[in-house]
């Protein structure tokens, strides 16, 4: 079983900052990818950043410059620093990840539960 759990959601002020953690768990064999997705109301869900194992990055235009994903290999954790928050990045947000398991010779999707980022006017 791999399970991704996220914290680090909650309220902000618009031009306030937050930093979202996901951490994967369980017999995992690689890690291919991570990153992070949101789903405003009434809205598609849409990447939002995400990292390979390699380190390469890849933004959403929307968040460019604003918003920074990293991980940390030895915690299987990825991070997305969100900075200058402004009320349309208010959303759910999904820790995603590529994933293989020993028993796997392919990866596959999982998903976090998602984590609720507000962001006031």
């Known amino acids: 079983q791999v399970q991704l759990v996220e914290s680090g959601g909650g309220l902000v002020q618009a031009g306030g900052s937050l930093r979202l953690s996901c951490a994967a768990s369980?017999?995992?064999?690689?890690?291919?990818?991570m990153g992070w997705y949101r789903q405003a109301p009434g809205k598609q869900r849409e990447l939002v950043a995400e990292i390979t194992s390699s380190g390469s990055t890849n933004y959403a235009e929307s968040v460019k410059g604003r918003f920074t994903i990293s991980k940390d290999n030895a915690k299987s954790t990825v991070y997305v620093e969100m900075n200058s928050l402004v009320p349309e990045d208010t959303a759910v947000y999904y820790c995603?990840?590529?994933?293989?398991?020993?028993?796997?010779?392919?990866?596959?999707?999982?998903w976090g539960q998602g984590t609720q980022v507000t962001v006031s006017s």
């Open positions: 369980g017999t995992i064999r690689t890690i291919n990818a």
């Open positions: 995603w990840g590529l994933i293989s398991k020993p028993t796997m010779l392919l990866p596959r999707p999982y």
